[in-house]
């Protein structure tokens, strides 16, 4: 059995902690700037009929939101993403902190995941832009070339696919992870942070999201994940500067 770690045997990194936490949640707002820029818009395919009846397109409500959106914007967004990823690697520090009670296997089985989701999600953010650029285009060229432009689209969206299912999926098994550890209190966060871990926190922001009014709940609805970890690096934070003695 593990001893149940407390922050008392970890005061000689705990500036270092607060600062990863810091780090993290900066990193999350940046993230959450960039998912607003990139896809905060209005799906209206009624507006774009020459996606409706394109055979190269699979998401086509998809390539109506980022085709809403202005190139400019959406660049900005892409570069947020790309500047943000290195934040979100010093946030680590503070999940490898918390799971030193657990050795070095626990640290790498959840740390590997994240380091990977993180490194590996600007790709697929940036990725959209890349969509939106294209079918811009493809709708304000000579008819006989939109479809060729179209099926560059199209390419872009598989590749958003198969970058965007293993960024997700290797940030959700670290967090998984996490959250078991957190629960079997083998981590330095007591165990109703299980609520505050980024998976359950980024279905509630989805969720919360859609109560807000127009245009907030357009602007930020594809914003759940980075307002989830953005939650979890926040309440670390907050936990982090509490007096000892109340923890």
């Known amino acids: 059995m593990y001893p149940t770690p407390s922050l008392k045997s970890i005061k000689p990194s705990l500036n270092l902690m607060r600062l990863s936490a810091l780090c993290g949640a900066l990193g999350a707002a940046m993230w959450t700037a960039s998912d607003a820029l990139l896809l905060g818009y209005r799906s209206d395919l009624t507006s774009y009929p020459i996606l409706s009846e394109s055979a190269f397109l699979g998401d ?24 943000a990823c290195p934040l979100l690697v010093l946030a680590l520090y503070l999940v490898l902190a918390a799971l030193k009670p657990v050795g070095r296997l626990w640290q790498a089985g959840v740390g590997l995941p994240l380091l990977a989701g993180f490194c590996w999600s600007p790709a697929t953010l940036a990725t959209y832009y890349g969509l939106g ?76 999201v859609r ?15 980075s307002l989830g970890l953005g939650a979890f690096f926040l309440a670390s934070l907050v936990m982090l500067m509490m007096p000892r003695s109340r923890l």
């Open 133 to 208: 650029q294209a079918v811009r285009i493809a709708l304000n060229v000579e008819r006989t070339c939109t479809e060729s432009v179209l099926a560059l689209a199209g390419s872009f969206e598989h590749l958003l696919m198969e970058l965007w299912l293993p960024a997700v999926g290797a940030m959700s098994l670290g967090w998984l992870l996490m959250g078991y550890l957190t629960l079997r209190r083998k981590t330095f966060y007591p165990r109703f942070f299980i609520i505050l871990n980024p998976l359950p926190m980024a279905v509630a922001a989805f969720g919360m």
């Open 211 to 225: 109560l807000l009014p127009a245009p907030l709940s357009v602007t930020f609805g594809s914003a759940g994940i």
């Open 60 to 83: 086509r409500e998809l390539a109506a939101m980022v085709a809403s959106g202005s190139a400019s914007a959406q660049a900005t967004g892409a570069v947020l993403a790309v500047l």
